[in-house]
């Protein structure tokens, strides 16, 4: 969700090479804070909303956990 949304950086391996990549991302998202700040409040509306389906995510999670 964080890299396909381009709301954050992830490390998938432990190597030079991916944290040049999480450096680069990182870096692009602070040269623009708007742009960063209006996808991250669109994807956790999106997907955690409690008045939306956020709230039979949770319920699903939750479920799973009690299980």
């Known amino acids: ?3 396909q949304k381009e709301v954050g950086a992830l490390v998938r391996e432990f190597n030079d090479d ?3 990549n999480a450096a680069a991302t990182i ?3 602070i040269d623009d804070p708007e742009q960063t700040r209006s996808c991250a409040r669109e994807v956790a509306e999106r997907l955690f909303d409690l ?4 709230i039979e ?3 699903r999670l939750y479920e799973a ?3």
């Not at 008045?51 to 956020?54: L, V």
Request: no cysteine.
């Open 65 to 67: 956990l009690l299980n």
């Open 57 to 59: 995510r949770y319920a």
């Open 51 to 54: 008045r939306g389906p956020g």
């Open 1 to 3: 969700m964080i890299a």
């Open 27 to 29: 870096s692009r998202l």
């Open 18 to 20: 991916e944290y040049a």
